[in-house]
């Protein structure tokens, strides 16, 4: 089993920052790379970013690109999500999920090929 808690949200003015924090347990030996998702009322979830264990290879979403920059803590099996000038746009509710050595070797942004979702946590920017 695995399990991931997401932590860091809350509410922000625009131009604000914040720092997402995802912890990964249980068997995570199988883990291929992390990835951010966001999901906001009504709209499918979105891709924003996301980072492999091993070599770091990072993948970021054209609509978060030189604001928000994913890393890795590998001894802590935790990946942040540094969050920069946001803008309301960014409210969502935001999750990481898990993509399994077994079936990926590369990064993508289709949420179908992640595993283990988190319970997610909410990023609110006000105007």
């Known amino acids: 089993q695995v399990q991931l808690v997401e932590s860091g949200g809350g509410l922000v003015q625009a131009g604000g920052s914040l720092r997402l924090s995802c912890a990964a347990s249980?068997?995570?030996?199988?883990?291929?790379?992390m990835g951010w998702f966001r999901q906001a009322p009504g709209k499918e979830r979105e891709f924003v970013a996301a980072i492999s264990w091993s070599r770091g290879n990072t993948y970021y979403a054209d609509s978060v690109k030189g604001r928000i920059t994913i890393s890795k803590d590998n001894n802590k099996n935790t990946v942040y999500l540094e969050m920069n000038s946001l803008k309301p746009e960014d409210t969502a509710v935001y999750y990481c999920?898990?993509?399994?050595?077994?079936?990926?070797?590369?990064?993508?942004?289709?949420?179908?090929?992640?595993?283990?979702w988190g319970q997610g946590t909410q990023v609110t920017v006000s105007s």
């Open positions: 249980g068997r995570t030996s199988t883990h291929y790379a």
């Open positions: 999920g898990v993509l399994e050595s077994l079936y990926s070797s590369t990064l993508s942004d289709d949420p179908r090929k992640y595993y283990y």
